[in-house]
Each structure stands twice: as structure tokens, then as C-alpha cells.
């Protein structure tokens, strides 16, 4: 939805044509929830990807203690 809406933007922009205030509202208001939903991913990411990595290391340790 946001890289559609960056599209329109772009396009609008290119062709000279401002989008009227309520229509810049909502389109603002798009990017904003586009944004903090890409943010939230890459923090849910991020969380996974430390977890895996701990549990690898933990599972390492323990086949060296063996």
C-alpha cells in the first residue's frame, strides 16, 4: 500500500497536479502508518534474528560441554 501511494504521489507531482487538502491528509496519513508497519517488521526482525543467533550459540556451548 505505501509504495502505491508513493507512486501516486510521484505521479501527481510530476504531472503538475497538487492533491486537494483532505486528499494530502490521508495521503500523509498512509505514509505515516506505511511507515511505522515497516519499522515495527524490521524491529520483529531484528528480535527473531537475536534469538536465533542466541539459540545457535547456546546449542553450540552445549555440544562442547558434551
Known sequence: VGEVVQEVSAELSN????PVPSDEAALK???QVSEATAESVRSLQQSILGRRQQEEQQEEQRLYKE
Open 15 to 18: 504531472e503538475g497536479a497538487t
Open 29 to 31: 496519513s498512509i505514509r
